[in-house]
């Protein structure tokens, strides 16, 4: 049987152990952070905060809603199982070069 330990009246506790979002297997919590952000035990967490085109979750925070996101965990094993279906996105910083006029007397 399947156990979760998620509360009825939605508030849950930091180091609460939570199930995955594909197979429901509970992860334990193996560090708790200093930011209310619990790191599952075999398993990684993920959030999204919505995005424009989902009927379903987009809160849109730049219109007046507070910030806010939802959270899943997914266990390793299943990460691994569903890989043709993960992106791994890497971010890179663009420089960009303004000119000015030079004046030695006011330049820092
Ligand atoms: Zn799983």
């Given at each position: 049987?399947?156990?979760?330990?998620?509360p009825t009246d939605g508030l849950v506790k930091q180091g609460t152990p939570r199930a995955c979002?594909?197979?429901?297997?509970?992860?334990?919590t193996v560090?708790?952070?200093?930011?209310?952000?619990?790191?599952?035990?075999?398993?990684?967490?993920?959030?999204?905060?919505?995005n424009y085109g989902?009927?379903?979750?987009d809160p849109m925070p730049g219109f007046g809603a507070r910030p806010r996101a939802l959270d899943i965990l997914i266990c390793d094993r299943c990460l691994e199982e569903r890989k043709d279906l993960v992106l791994e996105r890497t971010t890179r910083t663009?420089?960009?070069?303004s000119y000015?006029?030079?004046?030695?007397?006011?330049?820092?």
């Open positions: 049987m399947i156990k979760n330990d998620m979002f594909v197979c429901r297997k509970n992860l334990e560090h708790i952070g200093d930011t209310n952000t619990d790191m599952p035990s075999g398993g990684t967490t993920w959030h999204t905060t919505g989902s009927a379903v979750y663009k420089t960009v070069h000015k006029t030079w004046d030695p007397k006011t330049s820092d």
